[in-house]
Every structure is written in structure tokens, then in C-alpha cells.
């Protein structure tokens, strides 16, 4: 019933910066657990970063320093503000929400809603 948009990708130079922002349907959205994950052609599709219902963010190692995820529970919406973006950051962005709780937050199965992605390209 959760229904997921996200928005704001596009291309940038490398070194430059860009917020992708992910709308969500949901009565209870400050609830949710809410992560992005990104994937490039001929990849596998991994975890990126993840903030709780209670604001705590984990991140994975290849954007730790550059990435930032946020909430705003008034507006429904999670932001990933990117910075120092890299040509290996240029991938499709997927949003994705929890609506249960699991302890676990990294695995592509742990979440039971997606959005359909935005892509992100970063030029040399």
C-alpha cells in the first residue's frame, strides 16, 4: 500500500553535487525504516545508506564522508544529499521503505517497498 517517488537525478560533473528526494504515501511514515540503494548496468544492486524511524544513519563505506540521507516525517519525504560525487556514483537510485521491524538494515530483502528508481550520472 506504501507507494514510493523518487526525483532529482540527473547528470552532474564529477566533484559536483545533487539531492535525490523520495515522496512517500503512509499513514505512519515516521515510522518507517528508509533506505536507498543503487544500481549499475551489468551489477548488483547495493545498499547505499539507511536511516531508522529514531534517526540513526549507517552508510556504506564507498560514500561514507560524501552522502547524507535525512527525514522530513512533516512532508512524508527521505533525502539523499550527495557530494564529491565520483563517475562510479552514477547508477540508478532506488528509494525503498520497511514497514516492520527487523534488526537487519543492508539487504535488498529487508525492505517490502520500492520506488521505480532515478538515475543518477556523473560525468569525467
Known amino acids: 500500500q506504501v507507494q514510493l517517488v523518487e526525483s532529482g537525478g540527473g547528470l552532474v560533473q564529477a566533484g559536483g553535487s545533487l539531492r535525490l528526494s523520495c515522496a512517500a504515501s503512509?499513514?505512519?511514515?515516521?515510522?518507517?525504516?528508509m533506505a536507498w540503494f543503487r544500481q549499475a548496468p551489468g551489477k548488483e544492486r547495493d545498499f547505499v545508506a539507511v536511516i531508522t524511524s529514531g534517526g540513526t544513519t549507517y552508510y556504506a563505506d564507498s560514500v561514507k564522508g560524501r552522502f547524507t540521507i535525512s527525514r522530513d516525517n512533516s512532508k512524508n519525504t527521505v533525502y539523499l544529499q550527495m557530494n564529491s560525487l565520483k563517475p562510479e556514483d552514477t547508477a540508478v537510485y532506488y528509494c525503498?521503505?520497511?514497514?516492520?521491524?527487523?534488526?537487519?538494515?543492508?539487504?535488498?530483502?529487508?525492505?517490502?517497498?520500492w520506488g521505480q528508481g532515478t538515475q543518477v550520472t556523473v560525468s569525467s
Open positions: 525503498a521503505a520497511r514497514t516492520y521491524y527487523t534488526g537487519s538494515y543492508r539487504s535488498l530483502y529487508d525492505y517490502n517497498y
Open positions: 503512509g499513514r505512519t511514515f515516521s515510522t518507517y525504516t
